[in-house]
């Protein structure tokens, strides 16, 4: 609390005396708080505009079919074509794919030819496709997940699941 003491030995007593110290002091908390809260904001959008950012950096990615379901083979039929997986860029800048990965049952699967959409850049509409081999060699069924990473291998842009039965 300000007394009128205390601010005129700072030199800053107002005319009104002490409750007018008062009411000058209050003011400089209120404009300090109000500052503080400013900063806060500006953080706060930073932090969103950078997550935003992140996310367009990325484009617009979509990869298709979610679920390829190979036709049912009998398991010494050898590799048969399962078919596709395409991933497109559905954002308006350029988006440039990383590495393909896969998990799962990845030993009854083959990516026909070798991974063709790595580090591929796909300007807007523009999309990549890789074919994958069914190769089940005993019974069961067996599944496996594909996907790409974004160019700095930090994202990933999209998945599918692969699903094959062998008989």
């Known amino acids: 609390m300000v007394t009128c003491h205390t601010a ?11 409750v007018q110290a008062q009411a000058q002091e209050g003011q400089g908390i209120m404009k300090r708080l109000f500052a503080s809260a400013a900063l806060v904001a500006v953080v706060s959008i930073g ?3 950078a997550t935003a ?12 079919p979610k679920t390829l379901t190979c036709p049912t083979e009998a398991a010494s ?3 048969e074509l399962c078919g596709s997986i395409t991933i497109q860029n559905t954002g308006h800048k350029p988006l440039t794919t ?3 990965f896969t998990s799962g049952d ?8 070798s991974p063709t959409c790595n580090f591929v850049t796909l300007n807007s509409g523009q999309s990549c496709f890789q074919q994958v081999t069914f190769v089940p ?3 069961g069924t067996f599944s496996m997940t594909l996907g790409w990473y974004d160019s700095t ?11 094959g039965v062998a008989t």
């Open 8 to 18: 005129r030995s700072r030199g800053d007593c107002p005319p009104g005396g002490p």
């Open 106 to 113: 990845t030993g009854h699967f083959s990516p026909t030819p």
């Open 153 to 163: 291998d930090t994202h990933v842009l999209g998945k599918a699941t692969i699903v």
């Open 77 to 79: 039929a050898g590799a």
């Open 47 to 49: 932090i969103t505009v």
């Open 53 to 64: 950012a992140t996310a367009s950096a990325a484009g617009g990615a979509k990869v298709s």
């Open 137 to 139: 060699g005993v019974p």
């Open 98 to 100: 990383g590495h393909m």
